[in-house]
């Protein structure tokens, strides 16, 4: 495979972007799932809430895996595969970019 020149600040910017997102993403599905599920231990014995219990974690599973697929690389369109589901791979695994991390910010 031949070495590709490195992305440009604009599209390691879209990727830094939509990372974040997929980050605040997950955040709150976590929050949702444990205010959920302190509501399924209080209101566990009812049918209609037992139901909309597998609804909303169906809803949440779903839309992660939707948003997850739908990164793809800037240079190839090769959609980005990772092994955790927030955070960008090194390199594109069709076409071997290199997909830099964002800048540490704070202190």
Do not use: N
């Not at 599209?11 to 444990?34: G, I, K, N």
């Not at 959920?36 to 049918?47: E, N, S």
């Not at 090194?90 to 071997?96: E, L, Y």
């Amino acid at each position: 495979m031949p070495v590709q020149e490195p992305l440009t600040r604009e599209e390691l910017e879209r990727l830094w972007r939509r990372e974040r997102q997929m980050t605040w993403f997950h955040s709150a599905a976590m929050v949702v799932l444990l205010l959920i599920g302190v509501a399924a231990y209080r209101y566990g014995d009812l049918a209609w809430f037992r139901g909309l219990f597998v609804g909303v974690v169906g809803v949440l599973v779903v839309a992660a895996g939707v948003l997850q697929l739908r990164e793809r690389c800037p240079r190839c369109g090769a959609r980005l595969r990772t092994k955790v589901l927030v955070l960008l791979p090194d390199k594109c695994g069709a076409c071997g970019v290199a997909l830099s991390r964002p800048p540490a910010t704070g202190t």
